[in-house]
T-cell receptor, first 111, second 114 residues
Framework: GESVGLHLPTLSVQEGDNSIINCAYS??????FIWYKQESGKGPQFIID?????DKRQGQRVTVLLNKTVKHLSLQIAATQPGDSAVYFC??????????FGPGTRLSVLP | EAQVTQNPRYLITVTGKKLTVTCSQN?????MSWYRQDPGLGLRQIYY???????DKGDVPEGYKVSRKEKRNFPLILESPSPNQTSLYFC?????????????FGNGTRLTVT
């Protein structure tokens, strides 16, 4: 069945460097994608979303890239800070009523 | 403050003892949903509701019930909890359905069934 996956389960970056978190999706019909951040003891927090009619969307220090040809989604975090340490999920909208979530990537920011 | 509120945050119970986890949102969202989060399995949808009195099964509905009598509340009911329902549960809401706007999540309820 359709699923959303992440290439790297853990990612460690130096403070101040840029982070790139990747996600592969399998449903070519999906048209809405979201990145979430989950800190310990909290629920997932919305970071940024993108629709399939876009290739790129920027927020504050974050950029999401969508490559529909290879069904790939990435989240770029500029100048990574200690507060960015968390688990990051991508989510793919599946026929309108449900999101399919990946297992998550843990981002660790090294001092 | 716009938020999704779940209660309780932690719950330990025994097999077969009925329980309810409450969820309330103050954003006037039409869509609400329950998820469970298990290591290695990610977030899986249990039930969702498009509006008052409209509910439908998600991917893992067995052993759960929900109701949507009011727009703001969406309780999750476990009539006869079993140990395989030990998990971290999240309630979420969105303005107009999963495909149109992002989900806003509560802070979770950690349930242990012994």
């Amino acid at each position: 069945g359709e699923s959303v996956g992440l290439h790297l389960p853990t990612l460690s970056v130096q403070e101040g460097d840029n982070s790139i978190i990747n996600c592969a999706y399998s449903n070519s019909a999906s048209d809405y994608f979201i990145w979430y951040k989950q800190e310990s003891g909290k629920g997932p927090q919305f970071i940024i979303d993108i629709r399939s009619n876009m290739d790129k969307r920027q927020g504050q220090r974050v950029t999401v890239l969508l490559n529909k040809t290879v069904k790939h989604l990435s989240l770029q975090i500029a100048a990574t800070q200690p507060g960015d340490s968390a688990v990051y999920f991508c989510a793919e909208n599946n026929y309108g009523q449900n999101f399919v979530f990946g297992p998550g990537t843990r981002l660790s920011v090294l001092p | 403050e716009a938020q999704v509120t779940q209660n309780p945050r932690y719950l330990i119970t025994v097999t077969g003892k009925k329980l309810t986890v409450t969820c309330s949102q103050n954003m006037n969202h039409e869509y609400m949903s329950w998820y469970r989060q298990d290591p290695g399995l990610g977030l899986r949808q249990i039930y969702y509701s498009m509006n008052v009195e409209v509910t439908d099964k998600g991917d893992v509905p067995e052993g759960y019930k929900v109701s949507r009598k009011e727009k703001r509340n969406f309780p999750l009911i476990l009539e006869s909890p079993s140990p395989n329902q030990t998990s971290l549960y999240f309630c979420a809401s969105s303005f107009s359905g999963a495909g149109n706007s992002p989900l806003h999540f509560g802070n979770g309820t950690r349930l242990t069934v012994t």
